[in-house]
C-alpha cells in the first residue's frame, strides 16, 4: 500500500492529517507489492553460519560468498554505495537495473576485497535516474579467476526524486543489542527490523548506537517477569571491544539476523554513530577507569571503532582507510528533503557540570559548527532534519556532577555545550531558515518537545520541534528531566519506570516520517514495535518556526 502503515494503529494528533491520497502515493501501491514479494530470495541467500545451523544450499563450494548480505547508504537522486562482506579474498561486482528480471543491465567494477577491510568494500553508483526503483544484485569472484564466482545477493531501494510531487517517507531510531539483549532465536531476533521493512521507506536513518562494543553478551539472562532470554553469542561479543578484530566483530554480530539483513536488502540507510560504538559516554582524551579494559586510551579505542564502523557502514564522507574522514554530513533527497548528520562524539569537550560561560568547542567542535550554520544557509530543501545523535534539552548525567549531552539541568542562560546550540538557533531565526525539525534518539525511550522562546531562558530563535525515539533491540530506561533554557515542553513521553526493562516487556520505539508532495505537509509519527502508533504531528511548510 502506498505509505500505508502494514499493521494496525491509532493516531493520537494534535493535528489532521490529510486524507486525500496524492498521484505519486497511488502509483507507489503496486510498487510496494511487488517488492514485498520479491525480496525475500535475494536477502536469504546469505545466512551466517551458526545462526541458521548450516551453509546456505546455493553456496558454491570454494567460491566467495556474501554471507551478510548487501546494503547501500547514502543515496541521493543519482547515487548511492552499495556494501557487501566476502568470506575470502574477492573481486566485487554490481549490476544495476531498472526491473527484477535484470533484462537490460549496467555493469559496475567493484574493488577487491581482502584482509585490510575484514573483506568489506563499497560501489559506489552514480548517473542513476531519479526517483525510481533499482534494482541491484551483487557478484563476489576470485580476483584470480573471475569464472570462480559466488551466487549473485540481490537488493533494492529507491532513488531520491528530484520533483516536489513525489512523496518522501523516512523512518528513524537507534539502539541495537545493548545492556545484553542481543539476538534471541526464541523470539525471532531484531523483528523490529522486519515491521520497519513492511512499511516500505525510502532510507532509515539510524541515530547510533549501531552496535554496543561496550556490552558483552551472556548466553542466557534472566528475565524479570520469569524465565530465560536466550543470546546467540560469538567470541567478539563475549568481551568489551579493545581490537579491531573486536569492533569488527560486533558489526558482524548484527548482520548475523536475518531481519536486519532482510531490511538492508530494501532499505537504504544513513548511519550516524554515538557512544556506544566506541564505549559508554565517551570524549576525546579521556583515560578509563573501568576494569575491564586493557587498553584505557579512549582515542585508541575511537580510532579502532571509526575504522571498523566505516567498513561496515557505506557511508560517502568516511572511507574505512582515512582517518581524516567524517560522520557528519547532508544528504540530500530531493527538493523536499535535506538530511543534516551531526557527530557530537568527535570533537567534543570533556564530560563536565556544563557551567563553562565561554565554551568553543563544545560538542560539536568548531568545524562542524561552522559547517553546520553553512549548509543550512545554502539548503533549498523544503524540509531540513538535523540528525542530532543526542537530544537538546534532556538532562542525560554521567556520572554524579558531569552530564554527557547538551543540556545541564540549569534553566538559565545556555552555558558550556548549549552555547554552540543557542548559536545555531539564531542562525536559523536571523537567517530566516525554513522546516528545520530535530531527530535523535539515545535515550531508550520516546518523547516530543516543542521549544518555544516565550518559554525560554535564551528567547532568540524560532519555536521548533525534536522528536526521540529508540530503542530497536535494547533496555529501556526512565525518562529524564528537561531542562529550561531552550523552553521545551512536552506533549507526550512513553517510558518504563524502571532501567534496563528487556525488549521482551515492550518498549521498542521508532519514528516515521511522511512528507507528502502535494501539499508539502511533514507527518512525524511516533511507533512502538507492534506496529501502534503513539503519537502524531503533522507541520506545515514554509515556516522559521512551528
Known amino acids: 500500500m502506498a505509505h500505508s502503515d502494514s499493521a494496525p494503529s491509532s493516531d493520537s494528533s494534535t493535528s489532521s492529517v490529510p486524507s486525500t491520497p496524492s498521484a505519486s502515493s497511488a502509483a507507489g501501491t503496486a510498487r510496494r507489492a511487488l517488492l514485498r514479494g520479491s525480496l ?256 584505557k586510551r579512549v582515542d585508541v579505542l575511537a580510532a579502532r571503532a571509526r575504522r571498523a564502523f566505516s567498513e561496515y557502514f557505506p557511508i560517502e564522507t568516511l572511507p574505512a582507510a582515512d582517518p581524516e574522514g567524517r560522520v557528519y554530513r547532508v544528504v540530500r533527497h530531493g527538493p523536499l528533503l535535506d538530511v543534516f548528520v551531526l557527530d557530537l562524539r568527535t570533537y567534543r569537550n570533556a564530560n563536565s557540570p556544563g557551567r563553562q560561560v565561554n565554551e568553543r568547542r563544545g560538542v560539536l567542535g568548531e568545524r562542524q559548527l561552522r559547517w553546520l550554520k553553512k549548509e543550512l544557509a545554502r539548503s533549498r530543501a523544503m524540509w531540513k532534519v538535523i540528525a542530532c545523535d543526542m537530544p537538546l534539552g534532556l538532562v542525560v548525567t554521567d556520572g554524579d556532577q558531569d552530564y554527557e549531552a547538551v543540556a545541564q539541568g540549569d534553566p538559565g542562560r545556555p552555558l558550556g555545550r548549549e552555547l554552540q546550540f543557542a548559536e545555531v538557533l539564531r ?69 518504563p519506570t524502571e532501567a534496563n526493562v528487556p525488549p521482551s516487556q515492550g518498549g521498542q520505539f521508532y519514528g516515521q516520517v511522511d512528507i507528502d508532495g502535494q501539499s508539502g505537509a511533514l507527518t512525524v509519527r511516533l511507533r512502538e514495535q507492534g506496529g501502534e502508533v503513539l503519537f502524531t504531528k503533522v507541520l506545515r511548510p514554509g515556516l522559521v518556526g512551528q
Open 427 to 495: 542562525h536559523i531565526k536571523h537567517r530566516r531558515i525554513t522546516g528545520t525539525v530535530w531527530l535523535t534518539a539515545d535515550v531508550h525511550y520516546t518523547s516530543a518537545q516543542h521549544y518555544d522562546p516565550s518559554r525560554a531562558a535564551f528567547p532568540d530563535f524560532e519555536p521548533f520541534w525534536e522528536f526521540v525515539t529508540g530503542p530497536l533491540h535494547a533496555g529501556g530506561f526512565p525518562a529524564l528531566e528537561l531542562d529550561g533554557t531552550f523552553g521545551p515542553s512536552q506533549p507526550f513521553v512513553k517510558a
Open 40 to 295: 525475500a530470495a535475494g536477502a536469504a541467500l546469505a545466512l551466517p553460519i551458526g545462526l541458521a545451523g548450516s551453509a546456505p544450499a546455493q553456496a558454491r563450494a570454494g567460491r566467495p560468498a556474501a554471507r551478510w548480505g548487501v546494503q547501500v547508504g547514502d543515496v541521493t537522486d543519482s547515487s548511492g554505495l552499495v556494501w557487501v562482506r566476502s568470506d575470502r579474498p574477492a573481486r566485487v561486482t554490481v549490476e544495476t537495473s531498472a526491473t527484477e528480471s535484470f533484462r537490460r543491465v549496467r555493469r559496475w567494477r567493484g574493488p577487491v576485497v581482502g584482509p585490510g577491510t575484514d573483506f568489506t568494500g563499497r560501489t559506489s553508483l552514480s548517473g542513476l535516474p531519479p526517483g525510481e526503483q533499482i534494482h541491484y544484485r551483487v557478484t563476489l569472484s576470485d580476483p584470480d579467476d573471475p569464472r570462480r564466482s559466488g551466487r549473485p545477493v540481490e537488493g533494492t531501494f529507491r532513488t531520491a526524486p528530484d520533483r516536489r510531487r513525489q512523496d518522501v517517507r523516512f523512518l528513524w531510531s537507534g539502539d541495537v543489542a545493548g545492556q545484553g539483549w542481543g539476538i534471541n532465536p526464541d523470539r525471532g531476533g531484531f523483528t523490529i527490523f522486519e515491521e520497519m521493512r513492511r512499511t516500505d521507506p525510502d532510507f532509515f536513518l539510524h541515530s547510533g548506537d549501531t552496535i554496543y562494543a561496550d556490552g558483552p553478551l551472556e548466553p542466557t539472562v534472566e528475565l524479570p517477569e520469569g524465565g530465560l532470554w536466550r543470546n546467540v553469542t560469538t567470541e567478539e561479543k563475549s568481551k568489551v571491544a579493545e581490537t579491531l578484530a573486536e569492533f569488527r566483530g560486533n558489526f558482524r554480530y548484527n548482520l548475523m539476523d536475518h531481519n536486519l539483513r532482510r531490511f538492508n536488502a530494501q532499505v537504504p540507510m544513513i548511519a550516524q554513530w554515538d557512544d556506544h560504538e566506541v564505549t559508554n559516554n565517551w570524549y576525546p582524551g579521556e583515560i578509563l577507569e573501568d576494569e575491564r579494559y586493557a587498553e
